[in-house]
T-cell receptor
């Protein structure tokens, strides 16, 4: 099976702009989770989608949003970018997203906000 | 919510052993361990479910003490390829998943 794919891999934006990141899970996986990774904060959970519904949400401002399509592909949107949004954004997929399942990570999208 | 890992960093010589601890303030259903090499995505190592089980493969094993809400990762006879940052991930019954603070492990010849 193909692994989790994320596009784009690298992105440079300026403050105030918005950005959309895409994640395609492993075939058959219905759960997609998003994480933000920065040197100072480590891996922070953003949200999880399952069957097109946001099932869990981390502690991030409303500028961070996402959605999931019927084919389980997911997008994450960040509006009004701030310098502090510069990070590696990782998505992970799982069959059902249950606590006893393994999550498989994509290669990430590295976002730089200038 | 974020589990705390200790130590934050460790340097080993090839062949030495290491223990990485993960502690949560919340009741846990499962603990997941990942290793991330610089510039790469985290790679799954193992998952432990509540019940105090211990799992392992090759020279890496882990334990999970549900009552203490703690897990430990054991690396024996370390190899250069073990270098990286190790993260524990904890999940409660609500499927909310949180990664630990990370432990940087460096194995030197």
């Amino acid at each position: 099976k193909a692994g989790v794919t994320q596009t784009p891999r690298y992105l440079i934006k300026t403050r105030g702009q918005q950005v959309t990141l895409s994640c395609s899970p492993i075939s058959g996986h219905r759960s997609v989770s998003w994480y933000q990774q920065t040197p100072g904060q480590g891996l922070q959970f953003l949200f999880e989608y399952f069957s097109e519904t946001q099932r869990n949400k981390g502690n991030f401002p409303g500028r961070f949003s996402g959605r999931q399509f019927s084919n389980s592909r997911s997008e994450m949107n960040v509006s009004t970018l701030e310098l502090g949004d510069s990070a590696l954004y990782l998505c992970a997929s799982g069959p059902q997203g249950r606590a006893q399942e393994t999550q498989y990570f994509g290669p990430g999208t590295r976002l730089l906000v200038l | 919510q974020q589990p705390v890992q200790s130590p934050q960093a460790v340097i080993l010589r090839e062949g030495e052993d290491a223990v990485i601890n993960c502690s949560s303030s919340k009741a846990l259903y499962s603990v997941h361990w990942y290793r991330q090499k610089h510039g790469e995505a985290p790679v799954f190592l193992m998952i432990l479910l509540k019940g105090g089980e211990q799992k392992g493969h090759e020279k890496i094993s882990a334990s999970f003490n549900e009552k203490k809400q703690q897990s430990s990762l054991y690396l024996t006879a370390s190899q250069l390829s073990y270098s990286g940052t190790y993260f524990c991930g904890t999940a409660n019954t609500g499927n909310q998943f949180y990664f630990g603070t990370g432990t940087s492990l460096t194995v030197i010849p």
